[in-house]
């Protein structure tokens, strides 16, 4: 299936579900998150704001000794993060972002939770489409990049995407029933292994 006909089916499938459905996934998936090492660790994370029946991260908050921080749209198609100070609205495409805040590099985001459409084992991630993510974590633009991970219904991994050189891929999988790690690492382990 190509990449556009894939995306319309997993956004159309996410969107009907149901928002208890959405609410338990995303209590079940951020309890798995909660168990990583990674996230144990992690001082400052980026996150975002959940829409249209995606897994819902604000679920890890809050946390006593973490900042969570949310993209906000550049005009140059790059995201900054930010440590919102009040209200958010919605930016260009609909998506909460905060009004103000204080804004983070980079640098130092220890892990940054990435919105997904669909992903494969390997890590591999299909998104929305605009390439914010690949634009913002690209190798050419920064050395060292904070972990990617993503968080997914288990109907959202398909056994092997079609890749562009651009794709940024994720270090961390986290769906319903396991955790995916990039092949760097580790494979695959379910929620009861880890």
């Known amino acids: 299936m190509e990449r556009r006909d894939l995306r319309q089916k997993m956004l159309d499938i996410r969107k009907s579900l149901p928002s208890a459905e959405v609410n338990e996934a995303s209590v079940e998936i951020c309890e798995a998150v909660r168990q990583l ?5 992690a001082k400052k994370i980026a996150t975002y704001a959940a829409c249209n029946g995606e ?11 973490k900042k969570f ?13 930010m440590e919102p100070h009040g209200d958010l609205r919605k930016g260009r495409f609909g998506i909460l972002e905060p009004v103000t805040g204080t804004v983070e590099k980079i640098s130092e985001i220890d892990l940054v939770f990435v919105p997904l459409v669909a992903a494969d084992p390997a890590g591999n991630r ?8 690949d634009k913002t974590f ?17 109907f959202q991994i398909v056994k092997k995407l079609e890749i562009n050189s651009w794709d940024v891929p994720l270090d961390i999988l986290v769906t319903d029933s396991q955790v995916f790690f990039s092949e760097m690492s580790h494979s695959r382990v379910s929620l009861g292994e880890y």
């Open 55 to 65: 897994i819902n991260p604000s679920f890890l908050e809050p946390c006593a000794d």
């Open 69 to 81: 921080l949310l993209p906000v749209v550049q005009e140059n198609g790059l995201l900054e993060f």
């Open 126 to 133: 299909l998104g929305h489409g605009a390439g914010y993510y």
């Open 37 to 41: 090492d990674i996230f144990k660790s």
């Open 138 to 154: 690209a190798s050419d633009r920064i050395s060292i990049r904070p972990p990617l991970v993503g968080l997914a219904y288990d």
